[in-house]
């Protein structure tokens, strides 16, 4: 992770991107099917709608989505049927960083972060009018989206709005339409910036819907209506004299509801409203040494009203201060360092006990480039995670995942020590980047089995313990001649608790990839396979009644054609 604009290859954690047609040909309905072919990630559903991205088998709480560098606000790390309330064909860019990004992001990116791109304010003068649009359209589930946006400008003021919208229907299988897996979403938003050479400032509001079934819980009547309020103010000074060349600030403001309906009837209200401030500067070099400070104040309010109300109203305030520093060595060597300081305080309103943690988190990173075409990183995290306002204070029947929970308000901080080695190459006809990782973490939370089945659910309890992650992640390009190429990648993560010898839960299984593609100019053709093996590495218990908890999976593979083609009209878009 770094605070400035790093291509690829010079990363020192390994990271992926989608834009352009890369973005277009992965697109989905959700954040997590978009992402769910690139490198160590997958993803995790109850239906089509509600998919999050999983990194490296981590997910919930410890995956962080944000969008433009701010947190979504959403609730959708908190249970299997709360989906991201962001539309994919909106977002100009989606960045993806694999292992902890803590240091510049916070706690909530113990696993890594997804930051979802959209400009929805101008950073940049305007002088013509842009734009782009996106349409997709799909019979497995007969539904379709699009999306738009467009900026005008006289070079000082520029304004911004784009929308976007998707309708899908059941789902068909060949056993016949799964019923309750519907899905709509529509999205709104206008920003509007002063802008220079030396900077800009400006604010947006946006406004986004969703509304969803749940399939085969609750009789199949189970539907969700997330809906989202969103104002950002953000400004940058640039060249500046001084210490500091330049500054940046974000302030964000996000009101989220959300209900689950049996049918028509509201069965449980969710609310949560976060304000976050973010200021980040960034520094003269000081010889070969430059970097940023920066610094993050967040304030959250959690309320549940109805049937699944599984805690007390909750309000949470954190702040946070960090230093990241790169130095380059030589011009083969570059090194980087940082430290942040963060701390939370949890205030129940009823007689759960308020919780305080302070933690520090740490990185160090070496890249190392024997040449223009060849590239070694290394990066040494060492991160920690306070508990989940869910961890610490859930207790009750909760459909969506598919348990009855109970939370430990005693619960302390999760240690972290995750390390990365990559090696990346890039040549006339052949490139490709292969990673090992290893991550560590000491007093990790998960939900244990009790062997107790409660209103028909599993009773679970947070509980900790120390777990180990260790895997490989690869991709390979190879040109065939001027218009072919080859692709192709394998990933495989290894999850263990490892003070009870068991394997960790939802782990997901080894993966490979190899595609054909055609590409003239702006036109592409092809087609990728993917191949995934069977889980058989399951968690579970013995019980008087035999085993409880998960069961394996089978295999399968699945066949994707894909074309596309860029174009402008008018001036360049």
Known sequence: VSSEARSQFETFQPTSV????????????????????????????????PARPVIRGLDGDRVLVVEDGLRMGDLSSQSGDHGVNVNPASASRIEVVRGPATLLYGANAIGGLVNVITNEIPSQPVTAPTGSFTLDAASGAKGGGGAGD????????ALHVSGSGRRAGDYRSPEGDVPNSFSRAAFAEVGLAYTSDNGYL??????????????????????????????????????LNGFFDSFRG????????HDELDGEVVATAFTNNTTELEMLGHHRP??????????????????????????????????????????????????????RVEGNRFSPKEIEPERDFTNFSGSFG??????????????????????????????????????????????ESEKALGFDASLRWRGGRVSGEVTYFLNRIDKFIYRELTGEVEDDLAVTQFVQGDAKLQGIESHLDLRLGDFWSVEGGLDYVKGDLTDIDKPLTRMPPMRGRVGLRFQKNAFQAGGDGV????????????????????TATDGYNLLRFFTAYSFTAGRTI
């Open 531 to 550: 191949f995934t093996a069977k889980q058989d590495r399951i968690f579970n218990i013995e019980t008087p009644d035999g085993l409880v908890g998960e």
């Open 150 to 157: 467009v900026s005008i400008g006289n070079g000082r003021v």
């Open 202 to 239: 400006g604010g947006s509001y946006a406004y986004d819907r969703t509304h969803y079934g749940i399939p085969f819980v609750e009789e199949g009547e189970t539907n969700l209506d997330p809906r989202r309020q969103i104002g950002t103010f953000r400004g940058e000074a640039r060249n």
């Open 18 to 49: 989608l834009a352009g047609q890369e973005l277009s040909k992965q697109l989905d309905s959700s954040l997590g099917a978009t992402l769910e072919n690139q490198p160590g990630l997958a993803s995790r559903s109850f239906g089509p709608a």
């Open 366 to 411: 070496l890249l190392v480039r024997p040449s223009d075409a060849t590239t070694l990183a290394f990066s040494l995290a060492s991160a920690a995670r306070n508990p989940a306002l869910e961890e610490l204070y859930f207790h009750g029947a909760h459909a969506g995942n598919n348990a009855f929970e109970n939370g430990d308000p005693d619960l």
């Open 286 to 339: 000081l010889g070969r040494m430059k970097g940023s400070l920066g610094g993050t104040f967040l304030t959250r309010n959690f309320s549940t009203v109805g049937e699944e109300s599984l805690g007390p109203p909750v309000d949470q305030k954190g702040f946070a201060v960090y230093l990241y520093e790169e130095v380059e060595a030589t011009r083969h060597l570059q090194l980087q360092f940082g430290g």
């Open 250 to 257: 974000s302030f964000g403001v996000r009101r989220y509801r």
